[in-house]
């Protein structure tokens, strides 16, 4: 069966199947459509049965030199993949070449850090109104101990996993992992200030403790929305979004420390469950790497 009326007419039946069945889309159907008419394409007199999975990486090939990057790639591998799985099924094909077959990894971009200086700068204020109270503590704490935007918004006011005498937050992570990290000395003062006010914008029995304009749990928008105001504010010439701080945190400490094991454990990264195993990290040492790196661990003049 060749890439040409036959094919035709088995592509528009998979796509009837994905319309009716799946119930798919248009604008995703259209996009399958042009994947197979692409396949097709490359096909030119040989067979759909006789495509092999070194025929498919021929095909990445040759595409990826027309211009199509990655991601494109990937979503055309997905719509052959899904057509293969319809014939094997459905037409009686013996195999499914596209198995296995991935399209070239995407470069990831490196995160965007603030530097120290910036850090400093967006972070140096005396906030006044109770709102600009949550918000100082709110980016104190993301900055301190790297906390994920997820993780900031799920903690509470009663369940003990904030604890500032300890100066430790204890925080449930990607994957449900549970990882305890350091606060700093900045974050504390600020979280103290915060927790004073919170009964200026806590709705009564509001649990959560960073709370938005009806008294309840903040959202990620208005998280993400008055870091951007308070960025421009303090006159940062750059879009900032919490999860530049967390990678600021990152940054900042591995700098300080080059310490990338211990940096790991901070982050709860998901990999770092196999690096425990090996290092048998706990947390006085990382708590002792964090003192001595972070640039907001420790009060100014302490000594004095």
Same mark, same amino acid.
């Given at each position: /069966?060749?890439?040409?009326?036959?094919?035709?007419?088995?592509?528009?039946?998979?796509?009837?199947?994905?319309?009716?069945?799946?119930?798919?889309?248009?604008?995703? $159907?259209?996009?399958?459509?042009?994947?197979?008419?692409?396949?097709?394409?490359?096909?030119?007199?040989?067979?759909?049965?006789?495509?092999?999975?070194?025929?498919?990486?021929?095909?990445?090939?040759?595409?990826?030199?027309?211009? $199509?990057?990655?991601?494109?790639?990937?979503? /055309?591998?997905?719509?052959?993949?899904?057509?293969?799985?319809?014939?094997?099924?459905?037409?009686?094909?013996?195999?499914?070449?596209?198995?296995?077959?991935?399209?070239?990894?995407?470069?990831?971009?490196?995160?965007?850090?603030?530097?120290?200086?910036?850090?400093?700068?967006?972070?140096?204020?005396?906030?006044?109104?109770?709102?600009?109270?949550?918000?100082?503590?709110?980016?104190?704490?993301?900055?301190?101990?790297?906390?994920?935007?997820?993780?900031?918004?799920?903690?509470?006011?009663?369940?003990?996993?904030?604890?500032?005498?300890?100066?430790?937050?204890?925080?449930?992570?990607?994957?449900?992992?549970?990882?305890?990290?350091?606060? #700093?000395?900045?974050?504390?003062?600020?979280?103290?200030?915060?927790?004073?006010?919170?009964?200026?914008?806590?709705?009564?029995?509001?649990?959560?403790?960073?709370? #938005?304009?009806?008294?309840?749990?903040?959202?990620?928008?208005?998280?993400? /929305?008055?870091?951007?105001?308070?960025?421009?504010?303090?006159?940062?010439?750059?879009?900032?979004?919490?999860? /530049?701080?967390?990678?600021?945190?990152?940054?900042?400490?591995?700098?300080?420390?080059?310490?990338?094991?211990?940096?790991?454990?901070?982050?709860?990264?998901?990999?770092?469950?196999?690096?425990?195993?090996?290092?048998?990290?706990?947390?006085?040492?990382?708590?002792?790497?964090?003192?001595?790196?972070?640039?907001?661990?420790?009060?100014?003049?302490?000594?004095?």
């Amino acid at each position: /069966m060749r890439g040409g009326s036959d094919g035709a007419a088995l592509a528009g039946a998979y796509l009837d199947a994905l319309r009716y069945q799946r119930r798919l889309s248009p604008a995703t $159907l259209t996009n399958y459509g042009h994947a197979l008419q692409a396949l097709f394409s490359l096909l030119k007199e040989s067979t759909l049965a006789s495509l092999d999975p070194a025929q498919v990486r021929r095909f990445v090939a040759v595409l990826h030199a027309r211009g $199509l990057g990655p991601r494109s790639l990937a979503l /055309m591998l997905s719509a052959w993949r899904g057509f293969y799985h319809w014939l094997v099924r459905h037409r009686g094909f013996s195999a499914n070449p596209v198995l296995g077959v991935r399209a070239p990894k995407a470069a990831r971009p490196l995160p965007k850090a603030l530097s120290v200086e910036a850090a400093q700068q967006l972070l140096d204020e005396r906030p006044r109104t109770a709102a600009l109270v949550r918000d100082a503590a709110m980016f104190e704490l993301l900055y301190s101990s790297g906390l994920r935007l997820g993780e900031l918004i799920a903690l509470n006011v009663d369940d003990g996993r904030l604890d500032l005498a300890q100066a430790e937050v204890t925080v449930t992570g990607k994957g449900s992992k549970t990882r305890t990290v350091p606060i #700093g000395a900045k974050a504390r003062e600020a979280l103290k200030a915060w927790i004073e006010r919170r009964a200026e914008l806590a709705a009564p029995g509001a649990r959560a403790l960073f709370v #938005g304009g009806r008294g309840r749990r903040i959202a990620p928008s208005v998280v993400n /929305m008055r870091l951007r105001a308070w960025a421009r504010r303090r006159g940062l010439g750059q879009r900032v979004h919490p999860h /530049m701080l967390r990678h600021s945190f990152a940054t900042h400490v591995l700098q300080s420390s080059q310490d990338l094991r211990a940096v790991q454990e901070l982050l709860g990264h998901a990999s770092i469950s196999t690096t425990q195993v090996y290092t048998h990290l706990d947390f006085q040492a990382l708590a002792k790497v964090y003192d001595a790196a972070h640039p907001r661990a420790r009060k100014k003049n302490a000594s004095k």
